[in-house]
């Protein structure tokens, strides 16, 4: 894919296959080298390249840097507190693909209860997981590997209503799943395009 998809299309064909919402998340277009990236990931872990990307879209858009900034230095203050003095640690999510922190510590192989849980880190291990989380290639390969597995769940289902499926226990909203089921038929039909030319 072009480093900006948007501006390889005519105006018209912009009008006529990409909605309005959906310009507005592709002007957040990753570099070619974090695009290379997710679609490496994606392939990886046997999901849609343009449903990586349009999870990656969607949370670059509604999170500023800035907050997640702030989400990050929170992070690395209390995950310390919650190692060396069994502070409560909220699970919250950082990074780029606004991964959770107790998706991070299953993926290590440790049981969280539930997502919205508040952990306790029990172990130097799960302390480095943790702390790893917003960063961007542990980020990206959470995020791969969770939308693999909620794609995977929803994977009886048509194209379509696997994506809305994946959407909305990526996030947990219905509105989340409909715009990202609209941007991945953006970003499908804008890459048709331009393999077309």
Same mark, same amino acid.
């Given at each position: 894919m072009n480093r900006n998809i948007l501006s390889t299309l005519s105006q018209d064909t912009l009008a006529n296959i990409v909605d309005p919402? #959906? /310009?507005e998340f592709l002007?957040?277009? $990753? #570099?070619?080298?974090?695009s290379s990236q997710i679609k490496d990931a994606a392939c990886s872990a046997g999901i849609p390249y343009e449903l990586l990307l349009g999870i990656y879209l969607i949370e670059v858009a509604c999170r500023p840097s800035w907050f997640r900034a702030i989400e990050n230095t929170a992070l690395f203050i209390?995950? $310390?507190? #919650?190692f060396l003095f069994k502070v409560p640690l909220p699970n919250?999510?950082?990074g780029k693909f606004q991964m959770g922190i107790a998706a991070a510590l299953k993926r290590a192989g440790y049981d969280q209860p539930d997502r919205r849980s508040i952990? /306790?880190?029990?172990n130097t291990h799960q302390l480095l997981t943790t702390l790893k989380t917003p960063f961007w290639r542990f980020n990206l390969q959470l995020?791969?590997?969770q939308t693999a597995k909620f794609y995977n769940e929803g994977a009886s289902l048509d194209p379509d209503r696997a994506i809305r499926y994946t959407g909305l226990l990526y996030n947990g909203r219905f509105q989340y799943s409909l715009i990202l089921n609209r941007l991945v038929d953006s970003l499908?039909? #804008?890459s048709d395009v331009q393999d077309s030319r």
């Amino acid at each position: 894919m072009n480093r900006n998809i948007l501006s390889t299309l005519s105006q018209d064909t912009l009008a006529n296959i990409v909605d309005p919402l #959906s /310009i507005e998340f592709l002007r957040r277009e $990753p #570099s070619n080298k974090r695009s290379s990236q997710i679609k490496d990931a994606a392939c990886s872990a046997g999901i849609p390249y343009e449903l990586l990307l349009g999870i990656y879209l969607i949370e670059v858009a509604c999170r500023p840097s800035w907050f997640r900034a702030i989400e990050n230095t929170a992070l690395f203050i209390l995950a $310390p507190l #919650s190692f060396l003095f069994k502070v409560p640690l909220p699970n919250y999510t950082v990074g780029k693909f606004q991964m959770g922190i107790a998706a991070a510590l299953k993926r290590a192989g440790y049981d969280q209860p539930d997502r919205r849980s508040i952990l /306790i880190l029990n172990n130097t291990h799960q302390l480095l997981t943790t702390l790893k989380t917003p960063f961007w290639r542990f980020n990206l390969q959470l995020a791969a590997w969770q939308t693999a597995k909620f794609y995977n769940e929803g994977a009886s289902l048509d194209p379509d209503r696997a994506i809305r499926y994946t959407g909305l226990l990526y996030n947990g909203r219905f509105q989340y799943s409909l715009i990202l089921n609209r941007l991945v038929d953006s970003l499908k039909m #804008s890459s048709d395009v331009q393999d077309s030319r």
